[in-house]
């Protein structure tokens, strides 16, 4: 079913910074709430390396990706779904067909935290790494 390597093997993570940091992972304490310029500055950093992808709207952090079939989307939210349970922090999201859309927020604190741009990170790392620019922002 898949093009790369097998989709249902959680991608190796980048350790070494913030993105999938055990600390990170384990750490199961509130966050701080993000400023209007902490929340803007990470919007651009997420979206350079998939440019459009990600956008804010009601102090959430939205995405969608379309990917080449229905499995491709399924294993990506697999893959994020280990992630995002060994983080205790789960995402706001939807499959239809190859597409995947995606809400992060952090109701505890009513808006953008930290936990919610690492988890965005590990999303963007995970559909780079398995589906390269296979991987595309939807349109309208």
Avoid at 38 to 60: C, F, I, M
Avoid at 75 to 90: K, L, P
Wanted: glycine share 4%; aromatic share 10%.
């Amino acid at each position: 079913f898949f093009k790369q390597k097998t989709a249902y093997e959680i991608v190796d993570c980048d350790w070494s910074s913030d993105v999938c940091s055990s600390d990170l992972m384990r750490e199961q304490t509130m966050y701080r709430l993000l400023d209007d310029h902490e929340v803007a500055h990470a919007v651009q950093a997420l979206n350079q390396s998939q440019p459009d992808r990600w956008r804010t709207h009601d102090r959430a952090l939205h995405a969608q990706w379309v990917f080449g079939s229905f499995m491709d989307a399924m294993a990506f939210m697999h893959q994020v779904a280990q992630i995002a349970e060994a983080m205790n922090h789960h995402p706001e999201w939807a499959n239809v067909y190859d597409r995947v859309t995606v809400r992060l927020t952090t109701h505890d604190q009513g808006g953008l935290t930290d936990h919610d741009l690492a988890l965005a990170r590990a999303m963007n790392q995970i559909s780079e790494a398995v589906w390269g620019a296979a991987t595309k922002p939807a349109t309208g």
